[in-house]
């Protein structure tokens, strides 16, 4: 819904508005385009300010000479290239990697094509300690992992929840030996591909 509680359409956010703004002691009539309203709107919220404060400041940096819409525009696309950046930060392999070696227990992170992306040494020391005859040297590059459910079943499973967990079974082979158990999986924080973070249960 829009904020003004019509229904979205599609090509919304090029729809323009004239919105009557007070800034300071003076009345501004500006026409931007729907998605730059929502924009400054949120940006406004994000500082706990009006939006007239936020386009008085605007303009004050903008200088007397400067288009007030094309102002607004600029600090709009800042506004929405600082919020991508700062989320660049939390996704991609190295924030999966550095959640996955923060957990106590043993974790992993799957892809698509049933690669460990990533692993702590709990998660390791599982690996070497269930299965008999295996060297303390051996490498991930030996282990073999699957679940027990579709691996795409699974991903649209944790979109339908928002985010949660859902608990599945997991297989581990090593040579000719195999472990098998139970674990809490979620989405790993990427965002050009999908895959999952498990967490072992134990058992």
């Given at each position: 819904?829009?904020?003004?509680?019509?229904?979205?359409?599609?090509?919304?956010?090029?729809?323009?508005?004239?919105?009557?703004?007070?800034?300071?002691?003076?009345?501004?009539?500006?026409?931007?385009?729907?998605?730059?309203?929502?924009?400054?709107?949120?940006?406004?919220?994000?500082?706990?300010?009006?939006?007239?404060?936020?386009?008085?400041?605007?303009?004050?940096?903008?200088?007397?000479?400067?288009?007030?819409?094309?102002?607004?525009?600029?600090?709009?696309?800042?506004?929405?290239?600082?919020?991508?950046?700062?989320?660049?930060?939390?996704?991609?392999?190295?924030?999966?990697?550095?959640?996955?070696?923060?957990?106590?227990?043993?974790?992993?992170?799957?892809?698509?094509?049933r690669k460990l992306i990533a692993y702590n040494p709990a998660f390791m020391s599982l690996v070497q300690s269930r299965m008999l005859r295996l060297s303390e040297n051996t490498t991930v590059q030996g282990v073999r992992l699957s679940l027990d459910v579709h691996f795409e079943d699974l991903i649209a499973k944790l979109k339908l929840v928002g985010g949660g967990a859902a608990t599945v079974g997991?297989?581990?082979?090593?040579?000719?030996?195999?472990?098998?158990?139970?674990?809490?999986?979620?989405?790993?924080?990427?965002?050009?591909?999908?895959?999952?973070?498990?967490?072992?249960?134990?058992?």
């Amino acid at each position: 819904m829009l904020k003004d509680g019509g229904a979205r359409q599609e090509g919304w956010e090029f729809e323009p508005r004239f919105r009557v703004v007070r800034v300071d002691d003076a009345r501004r009539g500006i026409r931007l385009e729907r998605i730059f309203w929502e924009s400054l709107e949120d940006l406004a919220k994000s500082e706990g300010r009006s939006l007239g404060e936020v386009i008085g400041t605007i303009e004050k940096a903008a200088g007397s000479d400067a288009n007030l819409s094309s102002a607004l525009r600029v600090a709009a696309a800042m506004y929405l290239r600082k919020g991508v950046l700062a989320g660049r930060e939390l996704t991609g392999l190295s924030a999966v990697r550095n959640q996955v070696q923060a957990c106590p227990s043993p974790c992993f992170a799957l892809s698509q094509d049933r690669k460990l992306i990533a692993y702590n040494p709990a998660f390791m020391s599982l690996v070497q300690s269930r299965m008999l005859r295996l060297s303390e040297n051996t490498t991930v590059q030996g282990v073999r992992l699957s679940l027990d459910v579709h691996f795409e079943d699974l991903i649209a499973k944790l979109k339908l929840v928002g985010g949660g967990a859902a608990t599945v079974g997991y297989i581990i082979a090593v040579e000719q030996q195999v472990l098998r158990g139970r674990l809490n999986a979620t989405r790993a924080p990427l965002t050009d591909h999908d895959a999952i973070i498990g967490y072992i249960l134990p058992g």
